[in-house]
């Protein structure tokens, strides 16, 4: 397969059949937003799970070891932090396609969109994981955008079957609880704690995502239901995204909002209910 980029790069584990995929803006975002892919994979032959990581990671914040390290240099050590992630996770294989993040937030740049497409056609998975439209990340908005765009490029036999927008800088409690994707996330602790560990520039340079998505899982699983005992420990919540795969003329800003919509309807209703 030939990549845009001419710094793009495949990392191949093993030949399983792809059936999970992640797409994310960054290296670590696919671990922290689709540990659910990487969990049904796991130690499974008849499943294989393929990370995508779009932008390069140069722009990331740094501190304590890496405070001096330049650009380039974090970009060097993000995709190895990546790979590392790949060998603790058994991942079939991990696309480097090492944009720059002004690149990906350029909706007249297609290059992003045309890498994703040859993957995905090339790949067939089944479930694909990205970020939600909701995110406040404009870099993970615009990947998510060039995501559902490239699939809706391919013909039907060729796109996935579910496509699920994750939660990342910006988690998706608010959600109506009906229109949430549960992603349970129980089993191989340690494995989760591994996988997060691995990006020591992120950590140690300042930001603990470990700590804080793992404490989200564990929210998510204990608040989902206020008149219930827990039925998991960690828990994942995403958006369906499905239906714009399924139907082109879906307008991906206006079905975006109407999960907005209802939620506003609900908190709505809820104090209406009282002032009537």
């Excluded at 927008?165 to 229109?179: A, K, P, T, Y």
Aim: aromatic share 10%; glycine share 6%; charged share 25%.
């Amino acid at each position: 397969m030939k990549l845009t980029q001419p710094s793009a790069e495949i990392y191949e584990l093993d030949n399983r059949p792809v059936t999970h995929m992640a797409i994310g803006a960054h290296p670590d975002d696919i671990e922290f937003m689709a540990l659910h892919g990487i969990l049904e994979c796991f130690q499974q032959a008849d499943k294989g799970f393929v990370g995508v990581v779009v932008t390069n990671g140069s722009g990331s914040a740094r501190d304590g070891v890496y405070r001096t390290y330049t650009d380039e240099e974090m970009r060097t050590i993000r995709r190895q932090e990546q790979k590392k992630a790949a060998i603790i996770g058994e991942y079939r294989s991990v696309y480097f396609l090492d944009y720059p993040s002004s690149d990906i937030k350029s909706p007249a740049n297609f290059g992003p969109r045309n890498d994703i497409a040859s993957i995905i056609a090339e790949l067939k998975p089944t479930i694909l994981y990205t970020h939600n439209p909701a995110d406040k990340h404009a870099t993970h908005i615009a990947t998510a955008m060039h995501t559902i765009l490239a699939i809706r490029s391919l013909p039907a036999e060729s796109r996935p079957f579910k496509v699920y927008g994750c939660e990342g800088w910006r988690n998706l409690d608010w959600m109506q609880d009906d229109e949430k994707i549960l992603l349970n996330l129980d089993g191989h602790e340690n494995l989760a704690a591994a996988l997060a560990g691995v990006f020591d520039s992120q950590i140690a340079g300042g930001k603990r995502y470990d700590l804080a998505t793992i404490g989200r899982w564990m929210a998510n699983a204990t608040y989902f239901q206020s008149h219930q005992t827990d039925q998991t420990e960690r828990m994942s919540y995403a958006m369906d995204l499905t239906p714009l795969i399924l139907d082109d003329s879906l307008d991906i800003t206006q079905y975006t909002l109407g999960f907005i919509k209802r939620f506003e309807e609900n908190v709505r209703s809820s104090l209406t209910s009282f002032q009537s």
